[in-house]
């Protein structure tokens, strides 16, 4: 089973940036999509960025224009840039590979990562 290892979390103040990171440990083929969710406390586990596999993106409204995804040129490590971030950002946030294998989706999830933003 892949393990997808997250990076980059944190505590910054409001108006900052940070760069969150997410590789599989292992071997991985056929990724349809890579993304980040996050989860606030009280609150519902929410997409915040995808990339598929053709390059298409997609982000929540709340981030647009302020956080990026991206990947390396081997497709395997997904990366999120959050600019300009608010207290309102702050969650764990989790990164997700969907794959498509011998006629089946699956969905790999990273351990998550908090990022916490000061007013």
């Known amino acids: 089973q892949v393990q997808l290892v997250e990076s980059g979390g944190g505590l910054v103040q409001a108006g900052g940036s940070l760069r969150l990171s997410c590789g599989a440990s292992?071997?991985?083929?056929?990724?349809?999509?890579m993304g980040w969710f996050r989860q606030a406390p009280g609150k519902q586990r929410e997409l915040v960025a995808r990339?598929?596999?053709?390059?298409?993106?997609n982000y929540a409204d709340s981030v647009k224009g302020r956080f990026t995804i991206s990947r390396d040129n081997a497709k395997t490590t997904v990366y999120l840039q959050m600019n300009s971030l608010k207290p309102g950002d702050r969650a764990v946030y989790y990164c997700?590979?969907?794959?498509?294998?011998?006629?089946?989706?699956?969905?790999?999830w990273g351990q998550g990562t908090q990022v916490t933003v000061s007013s």
């Open positions: 292992g071997a991985i083929s056929n990724i349809y999509a």
């Open positions: 997700n590979f969907t794959t498509f294998n011998a006629l089946r989706w699956y969905d790999d």
């Open positions: 990339i598929r596999t053709e390059g298409t993106t």
